[in-house]
């Protein structure tokens, strides 16, 4: 034990010892997170919407009237029917319809309540939310007026549909994300590089040739970075939840307990990383094309992994980063418990069991 | 024995590294081994610190064999090395500490073994290693390679690039470790060095040349060997390579070495020679035998 926490102690001088590292550490959680926060809660501005009106009354162009005066929405179409909603949708350039139904007017003062449809092409789901909440705004301001001094309120209810991307599958999506990213990259890169620099300085020879077992060294690796990481991760709930106000619904807890498991799981990839490439270059060349580029692009942080090729559906499967946003997507989103993700855990749990299995038999005990 | 090597093969590829390198080294005893770049002198040195693992042949250190008991050998062994591998942002005394801790004991304890080296750099000791000077930084190694109170030491190099001064002193701090009854397997390309230790064994392209100690070593070298020095040295050694006698010759400091094939030769005659060439203030005596006559004949 007293050879681990002597092993660990020399990991931590490493660390602090270097001063760009570090600073890969913990400025660069942040700068993301920032960077892509105000990247990606974008203001919508002139957004061209088309309009369909089965009604043609009074309340209908009071309120396409109210929409086209904002500086929200310009009104590029009056469309007659329901098919040519998808055709104007496939211009490209409508970016939502509003649809009032027949008889919208009588339908209000008969029953008190009429439907509009707000449909968005949800392709770019930030801005189809972002859309449908504003149109929304704008109709729910014009009830406001219809109900002034009037004891029974008017009603009128929105139903949004969003088109081509129906889940809404990014919405506040980028928080996980960039925390997966992040983990993955100061984990499993960072891991990597300082084993690989054991090998590179020759420091590996000589710890090989020392009664110290492969698991001792390989955790004694692991543990200075599981401190470190479960620091950025606070950092980025942290700035989520106070600089961008978004909400944690689920158990702490359980947010904590999952984020330590898939640091784990990124830590084991980096030791396994180390164990195939020779220098602190390749290490890096592995850790950032091997790794980074599926975090981004298969795990569903950006694009949405049901909209993908059936072949790169499956392979997503396989990356340890679409299970941890999902899971943490269903606890900071949805607020569910430890039942609704046992499934994704357990196939984290699995493969980061599989990973250090692997990399504790491919560790070498000798030079090649 | 401390040491035991016998017929160990070792190739990388198409190159033979080592080829049934066989010896013993008693225990207690510095053995060196002598020989160019690219020997296999580091090949052999990681057999025996159970770093790899030869293609065939035995080895075995302070009795455990190198494969199956790697494990014992690599706590009761000293490895040193050729490349300074220590952790150069930690400082001096950080590294020692470290190593002492992974070795299971603390720098107390043997403080007694390292004593005398550790004295020297001890007013260092809280500058990162990988600001020492070269000498420093290799007897920092060294302390860090018998913290543990090593049975065997191994040394690859330990002196490359070091200045002659810490060159000495190193090997003098061999000697009392040696008394202290740790066996010491060193390496050196330098042949002064040779003459310091109780055998050594000549290597060369993976070959033993000769295993001997260096009083004996030089008794190898029968033939008569004449400095010569002349005012061009360069004409001088191109022109003695092409007298018809010559059997071996070779730049040694500031005179060429020079051996002829005869057993009985006159010298004027060579001198008489070297001048119708050309050459002139031509000195021509006997000289003694060393340990890089003995490497050169042998190595030929």
């Keep these: 034990m007293k050879l681990f926490l002597g092993f660990i102690k020399k990991e931590f001088y490493h660390i602090l010892r270097d001063r760009r590292s570090l600073f890969i550490l913990f400025g660069m959680p942040i700068v993301q997170i920032l960077l892509f926060g105000f990247a990606i809660t974008n203001e919508i501005n002139n957004v061209n919407i088309a309009i369909l009106d089965h009604s043609k009354d009074v309340t209908t162009k009071k309120i396409i009237d109210n929409i ?14 329901e098919n040519d909603i998808e055709s104007v949708f496939k211009k490209g350039q409508t970016k939502a319809v509003i649809s009032f139904e027949k008889d919208f007017n009588q339908h209000l003062i008969k029953n008190g309540q009429a439907t509009v449809q707000i449909i968005t092409d949800a392709t770019d789901p930030n801005t189809a939310n972002t859309i449908s909440n504003y149109v929304n705004a704008i109709i729910q301001s014009q009830v406001k007026e219809l109900n ?24 506040f999506m980028f928080v996980p994300g960039i925390m997966t990213v992040i983990l993955m990259l100061v984990s499993a890169m960072m891991t990597s590089i300082s084993i690989t620099r054991e090998k590179e300085l020759g420091t590996m020879e000589v710890i090989l040739v020392s009664p110290l077992k492969p698991l001792q060294v390989i955790a004694g690796k692991v543990v200075p970075y599981i401190a470190l990481s479960v620091i950025n991760a606070t950092v980025i709930i942290l700035l989520s939840l106070f600089v961008f106000k978004m909400p944690i619904q689920g158990s702490l807890i359980l947010l904590a307990f999952e984020t330590v498991l898939f640091i784990v799981t990124a830590l084991a990839l980096g030791i396994l990383i180390s ?94 | 024995m401390s040491i035991s090597v016998s017929h160990i093969n070792k190739s990388y590829k198409d190159i033979r590294a080592l080829q049934d390198v066989s010896f013993e080294v008693k225990k207690g005893e510095i053995f060196g081994l002598i020989g160019p770049d690219g020997a296999g002198k580091t090949t052999l040195f990681r057999i025996l610190a159970t770093l790899l693992i030869a293609d065939s042949g035995q080895a075995s250190v302070a009795g455990h064999d190198v494969v199956k008991d790697y494990k014992t050998i690599r706590n009761c062994v000293g490895y040193m090395p050729g490349k300074f591998s220590l952790y150069q ?38 500058r990162r290693a990988g600001k020492l000077s070269g000498g420093m930084k290799q007897k920092l190694a060294l302390c860090c390679a018998l913290i543990h109170k090593p049975e065997v030491l191994f040394l690859d190099e330990p002196t490359t690039g070091v200045d002659p001064v810490s060159r000495k002193e190193f090997w003098d701090m061999l000697k009392r470790l040696q008394q202290k009854g740790i066996t010491i397997l060193v390496s050196t390309p330098y042949m002064d060095e040779a003459s ?20 004996a070593i030089v008794k190898h070298f029968t033939k008569t060997i004449y400095n010569l020095s002349a005012n061009n040295m360069y004409k001088l050694i191109e022109s003695l390579k092409t007298y018809e006698h010559a059997h071996s010759v070779y730049p040694f400091g500031e005179f060429v070495h020079y051996t002829d094939t005869r057993d009985v030769f006159d010298i004027d005659e060579l001198q008489h020679y070297l001048k119708n060439i050309g050459l002139n203030d031509i000195t021509i005596e006997i000289a003694k035998p060393t340990i890089e006559d003995t490497f050169m004949a042998l190595a030929k």
């Design chain 2, 89 to 126: 942002d930690l400082t001096v005394e950080e590294n020692l500490e470290f190593f002492a801790t992974i070795f299971k004991t603390t720098i107390k304890e043997n403080y007694h073994l390292i004593e005398d080296i550790y004295k020297q750099i001890e007013p260092f000791k809280t």
């Design chain 1, 68 to 81: 086209s005066a904002s500086k929200y929405f310009s009104i590029n179409a009056f469309i007659q029917q």
């Design chain 1, 148 to 171: 002034k001094g009037i004891d029974k309120g008017y009603q009128i209810i929105p139903q949004t549909r969003m088109v081509y991307n129906p889940e809404l599958k990014s919405v």
């Design chain 2, 196 to 215: 310091l230790c109780d055998r050594i064994a000549f290597i060369q392209d993976g070959k033993i040349l000769e295993i001997d100690s260096p009083e």
């Design chain 1, 275 to 368: 164990t195939i490439a020779a220098t602190q270059q390749t290490a890096m060349m592995i850790s950032l094309m091997g790794l980074m580029l599926p975090v981004i692009i298969l795990s569903g942080f950006i694009f949405p992994i049901s909209s993908m090729p059936l072949v790169l559906q499956i392979i997503s499967n396989i990356i340890p980063a679409k299970w941890f946003i999902i899971i943490l997507k269903a606890i900071m989103l949805k607020g569910v418990g430890f039942s609704f993700i046992w499934k994704e855990t357990l196939i984290l749990l699995g493969m980061t069991v599989f990973f250090i299995a692997l990399s504790i038999k491919k560790y070498k005990i000798r030079l090649e």
